[in-house]
């Protein structure tokens, strides 16, 4: 069995930091140009096997991944306790299952 964790979640958690304070654009420009459903279902859509669409996935979101980490790190130190850190918090303290899908290549 492996754990894993949803993103739909922890991304959640930044839109809904943005709804408490409009003006901040910072937490939906850190989920700008992230992997959409379209990306998800491509690999399935072009028939590719589970090999493929690992190759697929790791190509298009690792890089994502990497910029999403990097942005979510520095408001977790400043801003603990406010929404944005909160969301950051949440996001970094599950990190290793919200990636598990990059080292399971079998992972739909």
């Known amino acids: ?4 964790c949803c993103w739909a979640h922890a991304r ?3 839109f809904e930091a943005a ?11 850190w989920w700008r140009g992230s992997m959409t459903v379209r ?5 399935r859509e072009l028939n590719l096997d ?4 690992h190759a697929l996935r790791l190509e ?9 980490r990097e942005r979510s790190s ?6 603990a306790f406010q929404r944005v850190g909160k969301a ?11 990636t598990r899908f990059l080292t399971t290549p079998s992972w739909n």
Request: overall charge positive; glycine content about 4%.
């Open 60 to 68: 298009r979101a690792k890089p994502l991944l990497e910029v999403i």
């Open 39 to 43: 990306d998800r279902r491509s690999g």
């Open 19 to 29: 709804k408490l304070n409009p003006s901040d654009a910072r937490p939906r420009a």
């Open 12 to 14: 959640r958690k930044f």
């Open 88 to 98: 950051a918090n949440y996001t970094l303290s599950l990190w290793r299952k919200l």
């Open 74 to 79: 520095g408001p977790r130190r400043f801003l």
């Open 50 to 53: 589970h090999a493929a669409r």
């Open 1 to 4: 069995m492996v754990h894993a």
